[in-house]
C-alpha cells in the first residue's frame, strides 16, 4: 500500500507571527522521522493512538523540511516573486508548527498566566511554612496536620503549574497539579470537621444535632469516598485520553465524585449554620428584670436573620450581649477560652473558609460539566478567580485565627477529651491555675490559702559555683539600699501587675544582698573567731552570686557572649566587607557591588555590636545594633544573587528559564522588602512589649511571619533556580544527528549526571564544551569560555543553600522565643547564622562577576531590558520533533523578539 502525504496547509491563517528559522544538520534527522511516520501510517492494524502520534510527527517533519527547504531558496534567489513565494511558505509551516504545538498543549489554553501562577505559588508556600512552623510550635495537631497537608497539596499543585512554563505539552506537570489541586480541599476540610467538634464542646453539647467527633467521621468518609470515586474517574479519562478515545465516561464519573463532595458539604453546611442558630436563639431568658430591660438584650433576643448575622459579625453591643446574657449557658469549664480577644470572631472566620471551599467545589462541578475542553477550563481566569483564589482566602483567614491563637497555646480540647467526655466532668475537677497577688497586710493569696510574705528569709542562688570573685561594697550606699527595699517592699503590697512585680523584686533581692555583703564585711572587719569569719566569708559568697544571677536577668542575650568566636567573625566580615569595597571601585558591576557591599557592611556593624556588648551586655543601643543588622544582611545579599542568576539566563539564553531573566529581581526584592517590613513591624512590637514588661508573643510571631515570608520566597527562588540548571544541561541532551552525544552517557538526565555537571567533571566538561555549547546563546561565547566560567552555578548553589539554611534557622529560632533553646546557645549562631553567610561572602572572592565574566560588564541592567542580548540571527523559533518506538517526544527552544 503506498501513501502520498497532503500538503498540510493551516486552517486559520495569523496576522503576524515569528517566523521559524530550523538549522539544515536537522534534515536528516526530520526525513527519518518523516519516512518512520509514513510507514507506520501505511500499517494495516493501527490503532487510533499511533495513528495520532504517526500524522502529528509526519506533520511537524513536514513542515520543517518546507521551511528548510524555504530557506534555501531565500538564500540563493534574486527575483522578488520567488523570496515571496519562498517567505509565505516559511509563514505557513510556522503556523503549522505552532498549530501542532497547540494540540501537543494539555492545559488546552494559550499560555498558562505567569503573574497569577507566581502569585498563588508564592501564597500557597507562605502558608505552607505557616502551618508547618505551628506543627512544630503548637499542639493542635489534628488541625496542624489536615492544614499542613492541603497547604502542601496546594503549593505542590501551583508548582506543577510553574514548571509547564517551559512545557505544556508536559503530562507529568499537568498531572502534578491536577491530582494535588483535587485532593488538597479535602484535607483542609478535614481540620475544618474537627474544629466544628471543638465548638461543640466549648458551647456545649446540647446545641448540636451531632455529638462532635461524629462531624468528623462522616464528612471526612464523604471526603474519602469522593476522593475515590474522583480518582476512578480521573484514571479511567486519562487512560482513554492517551489512547486517543473517548474520555466521557472517566470525566462523567469525576463530576459525580466532586458532586457527591458538594452534597455532603451542602449537609455540613447546614449542621454549621444551626448550630450558630441555637447558641445564638436557644439560651434560656435572662430572669433579671434589669437584664431583660437592657436595649440590646430586647435587640438580639428577636430570633431573625439580621440578629443573627450581626451576632456572627460580633456588631454593636453583639459582645455585651453574649457575655452578660448568653454566656450562662454555655459550659462553664471553657468560659477563659470564650473570653479570648479574637473568640468572637471565629464563627465568621470558619463560616469564610467554608463557603470559599464550597464555591470552589461548585466550580469544579461546572467545569467538569462542561468537559476538559469547555469554556471554563479554557480560560484560566476562572481557575484562578474560582479556584485558586477561594482556596487561597480559606487558609489566609487560618493565619490569624489558627486554633493557638484564637483558643490558646494550652490545647485543652483535644481528641481524646472529646472521646472521653472530659467536657461533661463537673467544674472542681478541672485543673486549676495558680493564682498569686500580693494582700493589703503583705501577704501573699495563693490558691485562697494565705503565707506571710518574710523580708528577712534569706534570698538563696539555686545553684552554687565552685568559685567566684567575691562582691565588696561601700558601706555608705547603705542607707540608699534600706529605702530601696523597702519601697520596693511597700509597693509590691499594693502592685498587682505581674510584671512591675518582678522588677520590685529584682530591686528588692538586689538591695537586700547588697545589704547582706555590707553587713558580712562589717563582722568580717572586726570578728576574731574563725568560725565567725567562715560565716560571714559564706554570707558574702552567696550575695554574690546572688547579684550575679540578677546580673544575668538583665543580660539582653540571655548568655555570656563568645569572645573569640564573635571577633573571629568581625575580621572575617571585615575582610569580606572591604574586598567588596574595593571592587565597588575598580569593577562595573554596580548592582552586585552595591548589594553585596550592603549587606556585608552590615554584618560586619552586627558583629561590631556583639563585641561592644562584651563589656556591657545590657545595652539596648549594641543589641538593637547587632539583631537588626544581622536580619537585615542577607536580603541585600541575596538581592545581588538574583541579578546574577538574571545575567546566567541572559548569557545562556532566555529559553532556558522560566521567568524573564529581570523578574526574579523584581518579584524576590519585592517579597524581601515586604518580608523586611513584616519582620521590623514585629521587631518594633515586641521591643515596646519587652521595654514595658508586656506579651512579646505577638511581636514575635509577626517576626516569625515575616522570616516564613521570606524563606517562602527563597523556596521558590530554589526551585526555579535548579530548574534552570536542568535546563541548561539536559533540554538540548539528545540530538538524532549527533550520535557520539545522543549515546553519551551525560545526555540522560539523572541525580548522578547533575552534580557531575554542576561539580565540573572533566569528562563533563569536554562534553559541555563540545555538544552543549552550540545551543547556547553564541553572542555571549567568550564569557562561557573563561575558565572560572563553568564552576559559576556550584558556586551560586552553595552561596544560595547557605543562606536558605540560615533563613531556615531563623524561624526555628524564633518559634522557640526569645528565651529558647537555639537563641540561648550561641553555637547555634555562629554556625546556622554567621557561618552560613561567611561562606557565602567567601564565595564570591574568587566568583566575583569581574572574574567570572570579565572586566568589561556587558551584561548590564540596560542590556537585560532592552533585549540586547537577542543576536539578530537568533530571533528565531527552533522546531525539533523525533520519533522512536511509535511514540512522540518533542523539545523545543524559542527567543521571542
Known amino acids: 500500500m503506498s501513501l502520498t502525504l497532503p500538503s498540510w496547509s493551516p486552517t486559520t491563517t495569523a496576522t503576524s507571527t515569528t517566523l521559524t528559522s530550523i538549522a539544515t544538520d536537522y534534515v536528516p534527522a526530520l526525513q527519518s522521522s518523516l519516512s518512520a511516520a509514513i510507514n507506520t501510517l501505511t500499517e494495516t492494524k493501527l490503532n487510533r493512538r499511533d495513528f495520532i502520534v504517526a500524522s502529528r510527527v509526519a506533520r511537524g517533519a513536514q513542515a520543517s523540511l518546507a521551511v528548510i527547504s524555504a530557506e534555501e531558496v531565500l538564500a540563493t534567489a534574486t527575483a522578488d516573486s520567488v523570496k515571496a513565494q519562498a517567505t509565505q511558505a516559511i509563514w505557513d509551516a510556522t503556523e503549522n508548527l505552532n498549530a501542532l504545538f497547540w494540540e501537543m498543549n494539555v492545559y488546552d489554553i494559550h499560555r498558562l498566566s505567569r503573574p497569577a501562577n507566581i502569585i498563588f505559588l508564592a501564597i500557597f508556600s507562605i502558608t505552607f511554612l505557616y502551618t508547618v512552623l505551628m506543627l512544630i510550635k503548637s499542639r493542635y495537631h489534628w488541625f496542624n496536620v489536615a492544614f499542613t497537608c492541603g497547604t502542601a497539596l496546594e503549593f505542590l499543585g501551583f508548582l506543577g503549574r510553574v514548571l509547564s512554563f517551559g512545557d505544556m505539552a508536559n503530562v507529568d506537570y499537568f498531572l502534578l497539579q491536577l491530582v494535588c489541586l483535587t485532593l488538597a480541599p479535602a484535607f483542609l476540610m478535614g481540620g475544618i470537621y474537627f474544629l466544628f467538634g471543638q465548638l461543640v464542646v466549648i458551647h456545649g453539647?446540647?446545641?448540636?444535632?451531632?455529638?462532635?467527633?461524629?462531624?468528623?467521621?462522616?464528612?471526612?468518609?464523604?471526603?474519602?469516598?469522593?476522593?475515590?470515586?474522583?480518582?476512578?474517574?480521573?484514571?479511567?479519562?486519562?487512560?482513554?485520553?492517551?489512547?486517543?478515545?473517548?474520555?466521557?465516561?472517566?470525566?462523567?464519573?469525576?463530576?459525580?465524585?466532586?458532586?457527591?463532595?458538594?452534597?455532603?458539604?451542602?449537609?455540613?453546611?447546614?449542621?454549621?449554620?444551626?448550630?450558630?442558630?441555637?447558641?445564638?436563639?436557644?439560651?434560656?431568658?435572662?430572669?433579671?428584670?434589669?437584664?431583660?430591660?437592657?436595649?440590646?438584650?430586647?435587640?438580639?433576643?428577636?430570633?431573625?436573620?439580621?440578629?443573627?448575622?450581626?451576632?456572627?459579625?460580633?456588631?454593636?453591643?453583639?459582645?455585651?450581649?453574649?457575655?452578660?446574657?448568653?454566656?450562662?449557658n454555655y459550659n462553664e469549664k471553657y468560659a477563659s477560652i470564650r473570653s479570648r480577644p479574637l473568640y468572637n470572631y471565629y464563627a465568621l472566620a470558619i463560616s469564610v473558609a467554608v463557603i470559599t471551599i464550597y464555591i470552589r467545589c461548585v466550580y469544579r462541578v461546572v467545569e467538569?460539566?462542561?468537559?476538559?475542553?469547555?469554556?471554563?477550563?479554557?480560560?484560566?481566569?476562572?481557575?484562578?478567580?474560582?479556584?485558586?483564589?477561594?482556596?487561597?482566602?480559606?487558609?489566609?483567614?487560618?493565619?490569624?485565627?489558627?486554633?493557638?491563637?484564637?483558643?490558646?497555646?494550652?490545647?485543652?480540647?483535644?481528641?481524646?477529651?472529646?472521646?472521653?467526655?472530659?467536657?461533661?466532668?463537673?467544674?472542681?475537677?478541672?485543673?486549676?491555675?495558680?493564682?498569686?497577688?500580693?494582700?493589703?497586710?503583705?501577704?501573699?493569696?495563693?490558691?485562697?490559702?494565705?503565707r506571710k510574705f518574710d523580708s528577712d528569709s534569706t534570698w538563696s542562688p539555686s545553684t552554687i559555683p565552685t568559685s567566684t570573685t567575691l562582691s565588696s561594697i561601700n558601706p555608705t550606699n547603705a542607707p540608699a539600699l534600706v529605702e530601696s527595699f523597702s519601697s520596693a517592699l511597700e509597693r509590691a503590697f499594693t502592685e498587682t501587675d505581674y510584671f512591675n512585680l518582678l522588677s520590685l523584686s529584682q530591686v528588692a533581692r538586689g538591695a537586700q544582698a547588697s545589704m547582706t555583703v555590707i553587713s558580712a564585711e562589717q563582722v568580717l572587719a572586726t570578728a576574731t573567731n574563725t568560725a565567725v569569719q567562715a560565716s560571714a566569708s559564706e554570707a558574702i559568697f552567696e550575695a554574690t552570686v546572688n547579684l550575679k544571677a540578677l546580673e544575668f536577668e538583665k543580660n539582653l542575650f540571655n548568655l555570656v557572649l563568645n569572645r573569640p568566636a564573635n571577633i573571629i567573625y568581625l575580621i572575617v566580615y571585615f575582610v569580606i566587607f572591604i574586598y567588596i569595597a574595593l571592587m565597588l571601585i575598580k569593577s562595573r558591576y554596580w548592582w552586585y557591588n552595591v548589594t553585596f557591599f550592603c549587606g556585608y557592611g552590615l554584618e560586619f556593624i552586627g558583629f561590631l555590636g556583639r563585641v561592644l556588648a562584651f563589656s556591657d551586655d545590657t545595652n539596648m543601643q549594641f543589641y538593637l545594633m547587632q539583631i537588626i543588622c544581622l536580619t537585615i544582611a542577607p536580603a541585600f545579599i541575596m538581592a545581588g544573587i538574583y541579578f546574577l542568576f538574571a545575567q546566567l539566563v541572559v548569557i545562556h539564553g532566555r529559553q532556558y528559564s522560566v521567568l524573564k531573566p529581570m523578574w526574579y529581581s523584581y518579584f524576590f526584592i519585592a517579597t524581601d522588602v515586604l518580608s523586611l517590613l513584616i519582620q521590623a513591624g514585629g521587631g518594633a512590637s515586641a521591643s515596646v512589649a519587652s521595654s514595658h514588661h508586656e506579651d512579646t508573643t505577638p511581636g514575635t510571631n509577626t517576626m516569625i511571619a515575616g522570616i516564613v515570608v521570606q524563606v517562602s520566597a527563597m523556596t521558590v527562588f530554589l526551585v526555579f533556580w535548579f530548574e534552570f540548571l536542568n535546563r541548561i544541561y539536559f533540554k538540548n541532551g539528545k540530538v538524532a544527528d549527533d550520535s557520539e552525544k545522543s549515546n553519551s552517557p551525560y545526555s540522560k538526565r539523572s541525580f548522578a549526571n547533575a552534580f557531575r555537571f554542576l561539580f565540573n567533571v572533566k569528562a563533563v566538561r569536554e562534553y559541555r564544551h563540545e555538544h552543549l555549547e552550540k545551543n547556547y546563546n553564541p553572542k555571549f561565547a567568550s564569557i562561557r569560555q573563561r575558565k572560572l566560567f563553568d564552576w559559576m552555578p556550584l558556586a551560586m548553589t552553595v552561596a544560595v543553600v547557605v543562606i536558605y539554611i540560615r533563613c531556615v534557622y531563623r524561624v526555628v529560632e524564633l518559634a522557640q522565643g526569645f528565651h529558647g533553646f537555639l537563641i540561648e546557645h550561641e553555637v547555634f549562631l555562629m554556625v546556622l547564622d554567621a557561618l552560613m553567610i561567611a561562606i557565602a561572602g567567601l564565595i564570591f572572592i574568587p566568583f566575583h562577576p569581574v572574574w567570572i565574566f570579565g572586566k568589561e560588564n556587558i551584561v548590564k541592567l540596560a542590556t537585560i531590558k532592552k533585549n540586547q542580548d537577542e543576536h539578530k540571527k537568533e530571533d528565531e523559533e527552533s522546531f525539533e520533533i523525533v520519533a522512536e518506538h511509535g511514540s512522540e517526544s518533542q523539545e523545543e527552544s524559542s527567543r521571542e523578539k
Open 205 to 328: 453539647r446540647q446545641f448540636s444535632w451531632l455529638k462532635p467527633l461524629h462531624y468528623s467521621y462522616i464528612f471526612i468518609g464523604c471526603d474519602v469516598l469522593s476522593l475515590v470515586i474522583q480518582a476512578a474517574g480521573g484514571g479511567q479519562a486519562s487512560i482513554a485520553s492517551q489512547n486517543y478515545q473517548n474520555a466521557k465516561p472517566g470525566t462523567n464519573t469525576m463530576i459525580a465524585g466532586i458532586a457527591f463532595q458538594v452534597f455532603a458539604m451542602s449537609f455540613f453546611l447546614i449542621f454549621w449554620f444551626i448550630f450558630w442558630y441555637k447558641v445564638y436563639f436557644n439560651a434560656e431568658t435572662p430572669s433579671n428584670e434589669e437584664e431583660k430591660n437592657l436595649g440590646y438584650t430586647q435587640q438580639y433576643q428577636k430570633k431573625s436573620f439580621i440578629n443573627y448575622i450581626k451576632l456572627m459579625f460580633n456588631g454593636k453591643n453583639a459582645d455585651q450581649y453574649k457575655r452578660n446574657v448568653l454566656e450562662k
Open 368 to 450: 467538569l460539566a462542561q468537559g476538559f475542553s469547555g469554556y471554563l477550563i479554557t480560560h484560566e481566569a476562572y481557575v484562578m478567580t474560582l479556584d485558586a483564589a477561594m482556596i487561597a482566602i480559606a487558609v489566609i483567614v487560618f493565619m490569624p485565627f489558627h486554633p493557638q491563637i484564637v483558643m490558646g497555646s494550652s490545647n485543652v480540647i483535644k481528641l481524646k477529651s472529646i472521646s472521653n467526655n472530659h467536657d461533661e466532668q463537673d467544674i472542681e475537677d478541672e485543673t486549676s491555675y495558680t493564682v498569686q497577688r500580693v494582700g493589703e497586710d503583705g501577704e501573699v493569696v495563693e490558691n485562697g490559702t494565705q
